[in-house]
């Protein structure tokens, strides 16, 4: 029954959808900025004739109403809220000023996979492929002279040339050294969370930290043992997540915009506002694509088309390849996690959790307007 009504559904839904899910967004986007005038106008705008006449006429119908598509739009411009639906304007690869990627890769958002695709396309489209060798403590967070040592040593490499590292947004610019372009993948923060709370507890972590390193001792059984839900309920010092706090352990990978909002003081403090406006500012001004692991094939087209240089063929790549075979890193340690834990975790990560709605935001902007530009 179902698989035949949606037979009939005409070939542009999935347009519609996406169509469906921007103006949601932009709704909650104004909602928030607290438009409410704005919002009435939209309101008696955006009917659904609206889309479904962008359905009728995108696919082949032409006639003298305008498109669903360019009245949103128009809408959008009139509002002033969406500055720009202009791929040029959305487009920050055109401000490198070297054909070198930086991908200052967030652990546990897929990134060994996202490498490996790197690698394959670095074949593909010819340019080199560097990374950090593992370290023995990650750190992220490095001290001017480091930066520039860092950039510097980037800003060797024969271009074209991708760089990966697990590291905070590193601006080039501040040390008169040319801008890269910047790329990275976020994930869901509650999710990215309890992926790293199982990834140091899977075996074949401690183990390989221990061939690498062999006077790290071994974990404690118990430790080792502790679910997710125990060290969240129990109000375990592991799993508490307090806004403001410094915590500047080992593996303390809580916070995903610490790897965007740099290296400054005002990064550390979990869950802050100052923190977070300065990570929001970094992707708007620099990053040429924040991709978003739970959205993989929007990734893979707006990475296709605004870092074309080294992108192209990636979704093909990652369909036809990766995902054929691809169980790097899943790591079957990791039992599923309740739902009202995970509820109690998000009241913790309000920013985190708008920081990614962000960059989400930005990524279907992204693709929205690529899209306008095919079907004007
Ligand atoms: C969340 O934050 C509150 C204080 O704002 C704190 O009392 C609580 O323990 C925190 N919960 C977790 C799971 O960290
Ligand atoms: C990066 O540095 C440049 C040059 O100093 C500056 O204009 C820009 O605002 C900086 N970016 C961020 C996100 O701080
Ligand atoms: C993503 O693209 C692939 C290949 O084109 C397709 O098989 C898959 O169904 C798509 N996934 C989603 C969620 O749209
Ligand atoms: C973005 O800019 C790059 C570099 O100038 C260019 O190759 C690419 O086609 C642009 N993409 C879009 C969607 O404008």
Known sequence: MINH????IPKRTSELIALMAISTTLFL???????????????????????VSANQISSGDSGPAPSGLRAMM?????TGEMTSLNPYELNNTRNA???????????????????????RLSIRNEFG??????????TIRLAPEDQLRLAALVSGYESPSVYIKHVCFTNFSEFGLPEPIYVNIVRDPVERVISWYYYIRAPWYYVERKLAFPDIPLPDPKWLKKDFETCVLSNDRECKYLSGETREGIGDHRRQSMFFCGHAEECTPFNTDGALQRAKMAVEKHYAVVGVLEDLNTTLTVLENYVPKFFQGASEIYWDEISKYNTINR?????????KV?????????????FYEFCKQRLHKQLYAIKLLENP
Request: no cysteine; proline share 3%; charged share 35%.
């Open 5 to 8: 009504r949606r037979f009939h």
């Open 74 to 78: 128009k809408i959008l411009q009139s």
């Open 97 to 119: 000023q070297q054909e070198v990627i930086f991908f200052n890769r967030v652990p546990k958002v897929g990134s060994q996979t996202f490498m490996e695709l790197l690698r």
């Open 29 to 51: 986007f104004i909602h928030t900025r607290d438009l409410s005038s704005k919002l009435k106008k939209m309101e008696v705008k955006m009917q659904p004739e609206d889309l």
């Open 331 to 339: 790591n079957t340690f990791k039992p599923q996690v309740e739902e």
């Open 129 to 138: 492929f560097h990374q950090d060798r593992v370290q023995r403590v990650e």
């Open 342 to 354: 995970k509820e109690i975790v998000r009241k913790n990560f309000t920013k985190e959790i708008e």
